[in-house]
C-alpha cells in the first residue's frame, strides 16, 4: 500500500481512485485504511434541523419524498451544515410499496398508515410488482443530488421485507407486532408470499438509487428485534438476504441495520451485508465477535446522550472510537436515529470531534 501526495492510500502500482469510491466513508465500509473515522447519522436530514422543518411546511411526507428538487435539498441540508461524510437519500420505508399500489399515507406523529392491511393470499396478490418507471423521481433525485455531491457519498435507503409487512399486516406502527407473528406462525405461506414480493419491490427500489450514482445502500429492518433467532432465520433472513444478494454485482458496500437486534447479530451478518449497523446497547468491540472479522461495523451513540452535557458527550463519543478501533472497520454513527428535539449544533460537535480524535 502506498499513500499519495494528496493522502489517499492505494494498492501499490495502483493510481488512487478519486471520488465517492475513495471516500472515508466507502473505504471503511470495505475495511481499508482511512484518514479518520467517517461519520453520519440515521435521520440526519429531517426534524431536527430548522432549515429542513421551514421547507417542509405545508407538504406533506410522501408527497415530500416524490419531489426531486425537494428530496435534493432535504439531503444536502445535514451535509452542508455538519460536514458528514455521506449524505443518505430522504425518503421513506413505505415509498416502494406505495410505489406497488398500496394505500397508505403517512400521518404525522403516528407514522405510515394503511387503508387495507394484508391478512392472506387475496391481499398479497394485490401488491404489484415496480419498476424503474415507478420509480422515475427516486432516479431523478438521486442524479441530481450525484451532481451535487462531488466526492461526498450517497447512501441509497430502503426498509427491509420485515419491517415493511409489519406496518402492512398490523395496518401501522405496531409495539408487539400480535397480527404480524400471528400471519407468521398461523400462514406461513402467506407470510413467504408477502415478504417475497416485498423483497423484489426492494431491490427494485435499490437498484434504481444504485443506477443512478449511489455509491452505497443501507437495509433498514427497524423491527426485526422483536423476533427470536429461531423466528428471525426462519421467517426474515431468507428475504434480507435475497435483497442483500440481489446487489452483489452492484460494486457497491450494503449495510443492514435493525434495532434490539444484540442476540441476531450474527444471523443479520449472514444475509450478505458488508457493514453491520449496531444500536446502542451492544459494545461495538463484542459485536464484531458475534458478527465475525469480515464486516465492518457501524455505529453506535445511544441518541439520547446527545442531550447530555458535552463533557459526557465528549467521553462516550471517545469511549466508541475506541470500541471501533477493534473492529474491521468502523463508521461512526448513532445507535438509532437521531431524535427531533436534539440540537443541530451537537451534531456538528461531534462530526469534527470523531474526525479530530481518529485523525491517523
Known amino acids: 500500500m502506498t499513500t499519495t501526495t494528496a493522502g489517499n492510500v492505494s494498492r501499490s502500482g495502483d493510481p488512487a481512485q478519486a471520488g465517492p469510491a ?34 417542509r411546511a405545508g407538504v406533506a411526507m410522501l408527497e415530500s419524498c416524490r419531489r ?27 415509498v416502494p410499496v406505495a410505489a406497488a399500489g398500496v394505500d397508505l399515507e403517512i400521518v404525522p406523529g403516528t407514522g405510515p398508515v394503511v387503508a387495507e392491511p394484508v391478512r392472506d393470499a387475496a391481499d398479497v396478490s394485490r401488491i404489484r410488482p415496480i419498476g424503474p418507471d415507478d420509480l422515475s423521481f427516486v432516479d ?46 398461523g400462514a406461513p405461506e402467506v407470510w413467504h408470499a408477502l415478504c417475497d414480493r416485498l423483497a423484489e419491490i426492494t431491490g427494485e427500489f435499490l437498484r434504481v438509487q444504485v443506477d443512478a450514482g ?10 426485526a ?41 450474527g444471523a443479520m451478518g449472514e444475509a450478505g451485508a458488508d457493514v453491520v449497523g449496531v444500536d446502542w446497547r ?24 446527545l442531550f447530555a452535557p458535552w463533557s459526557v458527550i465528549e467521553t462516550e463519543v471517545r469511549r466508541i472510537l475506541a470500541e471501533g478501533e477493534s473492529t474491521p472497520g468502523h463508521v461512526f454513527n448513532l445507535g438509532h436515529g437521531v431524535l427531533p428535539e436534539t440540537d443541530p449544533d ?8 470523531v474526525h479530530e480524535a481518529s485523525a491517523r
Open 214 to 223: 449511489a455509491s452505497a445502500v443501507q437495509l433498514f429492518d427497524s423491527w
Open 346 to 353: 451537537v451534531l456538528t460537535r461531534v462530526v469534527a470531534l
Open 22 to 55: 475513495d471516500s472515508p466513508f466507502v473505504r471503511a465500509c470495505r475495511r481499508l485504511p482511512v484518514p479518520h473515522t467517517p461519520v453520519w447519522f440515521m435521520r440526519q436530514a429531517g426534524r431536527s434541523l430548522p432549515e429542513y422543518r421551514d421547507l
Open 282 to 305: 451492544t459494545p461495538l468491540d463484542a459485536a464484531t465477535v458475534r458478527i465475525g472479522p469480515d464486516k465492518a461495523v457501524q455505529g453506535n451513540l445511544d441518541p439520547c446522550v
Open 140 to 185: 431523478e433525485a438521486v442524479r441530481l443530488l450525484v451532481a451535487d455531491l462531488g466526492d461526498t457519498p450517497l447512501i441509497g435507503f430502503a426498509g427491509a421485507p420485515f419491517t415493511l409487512a409489519s406496518y402492512l399486516v398490523e395496518g401501522g406502527p405496531s409495539r408487539n407486532h400480535v397480527k404480524t407473528k400471528a400471519l407468521m406462525y
Open 68 to 94: 426531486p428538487e425537494l428530496v435534493r435539498e432535504i439531503t444536502l441540508q445535514p451535509v452542508r451544515r455538519h460536514g458528514v461524510d455521506a449524505a443518505i437519500l430522504f425518503s421513506d420505508i413505505v
Open 225 to 265: 428485534g422483536a423476533l427470536s433467532e429461531a423466528d428471525y432465520r426462519r421467517f426474515v433472513l431468507p428475504h434480507s438476504a435475497r435483497v442483500l444478494a440481489g446487489l452483489a454485482d452492484a460494486g457497491v458496500p450494503r449495510i443492514h441495520f435493525g434495532v434490539g437486534t444484540a442476540e441476531l447479530l
